[in-house]
């Protein structure tokens, strides 16, 4: 899995015209998922987003986590995380899972990521021609790919 990670204000993911989900402070998370994904990559990225201190404490510094400070989590599944851009022009998706394979992977991340912040999640609809809106806070943005573990 390919992720990017954004530590937000707010954020919502629209779809024809009506908000699909929404949070207030917390974490946008675009979700990418190849082949080669299970569940041991599901527990890890989860366990690695839940704890990552990336909120700001009393000191300004930061150090608590979306858990720590009861954010939300909005995670948009997008494909093009996986893009090859090594020949030409257009980008190839060839390593992006596709939607028979991708859709499991993605509700099993969903709900691990809800069982491991103790609360819902907001989510976009996998496959659906999404528009994200977001501010991002900081900005901090994190990108994690757990074939890589980093």
């Given at each position: 899995?390919?992720?990017?990670?954004?530590?937000?204000?707010?954020?919502?993911?629209t779809i024809?015209?009506?908000?699909?989900?929404?949070?207030?402070?917390?974490?946008?998370?675009?979700?990418?998922i190849e082949?080669?994904?299970?569940?041991?990559?599901?527990?890890?990225?989860?366990?690695?987003?839940?704890?990552?201190?990336?909120?700001?404490?009393?000191?300004?510094?930061?150090?608590?986590?979306v858990k720590?400070?009861?954010?939300?989590?909005?995670?948009?599944?997008?494909?093009?995380?996986?893009?090859?851009?090594?020949?030409?022009?257009?980008?190839?998706?060839?390593?992006?899972?596709?939607?028979?394979?991708?859709?499991?992977?993605?509700?099993?991340?969903?709900?691990?990521?809800?069982?491991?912040?103790?609360?819902?999640?907001?989510?976009?609809?996998?496959?659906?021609?999404?528009?994200?809106?977001?501010?991002?806070?900081?900005?901090?943005?994190?990108?994690?790919?757990?074939?890589?573990?980093?």
């Amino acid at each position: 899995m390919r992720t990017v990670i954004q530590r937000v204000s707010n954020a919502s993911v629209t779809i024809d015209g009506k908000i699909a989900g929404q949070i207030a402070t917390g974490l946008l998370v675009l979700l990418g998922i190849e082949d080669a994904d299970g569940d041991e990559d599901i527990i890890w990225l989860s366990n690695k987003i839940i704890n990552l201190r990336i909120f700001n404490d009393e000191a300004g510094v930061m150090n608590r986590s979306v858990k720590e400070i009861n954010g939300g989590i909005l995670l948009v599944s997008q494909f093009t995380l996986h893009a090859s851009t090594k020949k030409g022009a257009r980008p190839s998706y060839i390593k992006a899972s596709k939607s028979d394979k991708a859709i499991p992977v993605y509700q099993k991340m969903m709900e691990r990521l809800e069982q491991d912040l103790g609360n819902k999640i907001e989510t976009g609809i996998f496959g659906a021609d999404m528009q994200v809106q977001l501010l991002n806070d900081g900005p901090v943005t994190i990108v994690i790919d757990t074939k890589n573990k980093e």
